[in-house]
Structure formats: C-alpha cells, structure tokens
C-alpha cells in the first residue's frame, strides 16, 4: 500500500500503513532474566508502544542486559506544525560553488577547520576538509577558490583561533564527535566566548558540526551555523560563500 502523500497526519509503518508498528533497542541496569524481560516490556509500554514484545534479550556482562522490542506507537505526528531550522534552502554544487566564488566574491576564501578539545576523532573535519572527501563528494581542499585549513584532532580553541587570525580566515568549522553527556556543548560554547573577548565573533563565520549538531543547537550557542549528519563539502561551501555575500565581503573588501 501507498503512502498518502496529501496527508500531515504520519504514524510509523512497519507492515500495513499506519499499523503503528515500531522497533526499540536500549539497554537496563540489571542481569538478564525473565524478570528483565517484562521490566523492558513494560519500559516499552511506558515510552507509548501497545501490545510490546520483547523479541531479543542479551547478556552484557556485569549486570547489564540489551533488549530489542517491538510494539505498536498510539501516538501520531502533524506534519504541517514542524518547523524547522534550515541553514540554506539548496546547496550549490561544487561547480556552482567556485562560480559563485569567481563571480560573486572575486577572491580566495580561506576556511580553517578543526575537531576541537579531547576529541580525537578526524572523521567528520576530514570528510568535509579533505581532498577527497566521502562518499563520492569533494572536501573543501579541491575547490578552486577555497584555501582549506585542516588543524586535525584534539585542537585546543585557543590554538584554533590562533591559526585563524594568522592566516585571516573568513570562517571556522569546528567538528565534533564525541557527544556523551553532552561534553560537547562546554567546548562549543568557550570558543564562542574566546571569539568574543578577542573582539573576532563578528569579524569571521562560524560554525559547527557533528552527528549531535544541528542548525538550532549552533545557533542558540552563537554560532551561525550547524551541520548534522548527511553533510557534505558543498553543504558548508555554500553556505558559507553566501553569507559571505550577503555582507558584502567581496574583492578583499571584507566589512568584518
């Protein structure tokens, strides 16, 4: 069966549309036992599932057990009330974006990136600074017009702004991956707050990136913008060539 395309009214599919049906994997505090297994299950009916099957239960070691379960959601979500928080509307292509560079800016655009603090993983910083990029789309190293500056890992901010100032970036990308216990936001927030006392926050595009990183969040912590999963080189690229636009940064005439 099709999905209704005209409506706003969405449930979970799993078998027929709307059937509700929903796949949940967690993990308790307590050894595997029968008694785990109905604890789960009625975790599951708590969280809003009816009819909640535990079809999968395994013993981690040390008093911890991992569940998968399926039930039926009774709860549905209105499209037509979302609202979200877009950092552009369409992302140019890489070839659109050195155009835009040629045309528009006139200039090379020089952008400094880092995965900042303890964090040591390259992963994110290299899929969008790196030459080759992932997943079939270019990193800001091969964009004619873009000299892309990657610091790597466990960057400290200070050494990150350092390096902007030095080599009088236009933006900064700050990568992170590590997000447990939200250790991510401290590290975000203090580089904002070193931007600002050195007087550069308005003077250079900041902004940031992660699987735990969306638009929203960036902003609320002051940064211009944030990139979740699913970003590539030419998502960063665009947008930061069109804010530089918008201001007016062009030829070297930089109102910043």
């Known amino acids: 069966m099709k999905a209704n395309q005209e409506t706003t009214i969405i449930k979970p599919y799993?078998?027929?549309?709307?059937?509700?049906?929903?796949?949940l994997s967690f993990t308790l505090p307590i050894p595997i036992s029968e008694t785990a297994k109905e604890a789960a299950r009625q975790m599951a009916d708590q969280m809003g599932l009816d009819e909640a099957q535990v079809v999968h239960a395994s013993d981690l070691g040390v008093g911890y057990t991992f569940f998968v379960v399926y039930g039926r959601c009774r709860y549905t979500v209105d499209l037509s009330t979302i609202k979200v928080s877009k950092v552009t509307e369409k992302s140019m292509t890489h070839d659109e974006v050195e155009d835009f560079i040629a045309d528009h800016l006139k200039r090379t655009v020089t952008i400094v990136g880092a995965c900042t603090g303890t964090d040591a993983h390259t992963v994110g910083i290299d899929a969008i600074m790196n030459m080759k990029g992932?997943?079939?789309h270019y990193g800001l190293e091969r964009y004619k017009g873009i000299n892309a500056i990657n610091l790597g890992a466990q960057v400290p901010n200070e050494v990150l702004i350092a390096k902007a100032v030095e080599s009088n970036?236009?933006?900064?990308?700050v990568s992170q991956i590590v997000t447990q216990k939200d250790v991510h936001i401290p590290n975000l927030t203090?580089?904002?707050e070193l931007l600002e006392t050195e007087g550069l926050r308005d003077k250079i595009i900041v902004c940031a990136g992660g699987p735990r990183i969306s638009n929203?969040?960036?902003?609320?912590?002051g940064y211009d913008a944030g990139f979740g999963s699913g970003t590539f080189a030419e998502d960063v690229a665009t947008f930061?060539?069109?804010?530089?636009?918008?201001?007016?940064?062009?030829?070297?005439d930089a109102a910043r």
């Not at 970036?169 to 990308?173: E, K, P, S, V």
């Not at 930061?240 to 070297?252: R, Y």
């Open 240 to 252: 930061v060539v069109e804010k530089m636009a918008s201001i007016g940064d062009v030829s070297g």
């Open 216 to 221: 929203e969040l960036a902003k609320e912590l």
């Open 169 to 173: 970036a236009d933006a900064i990308l």
């Open 14 to 23: 799993g078998d027929t549309l709307n059937d509700g049906m929903m796949q």
């Open 190 to 192: 203090q580089l904002i």
């Open 134 to 136: 992932f997943d079939g």
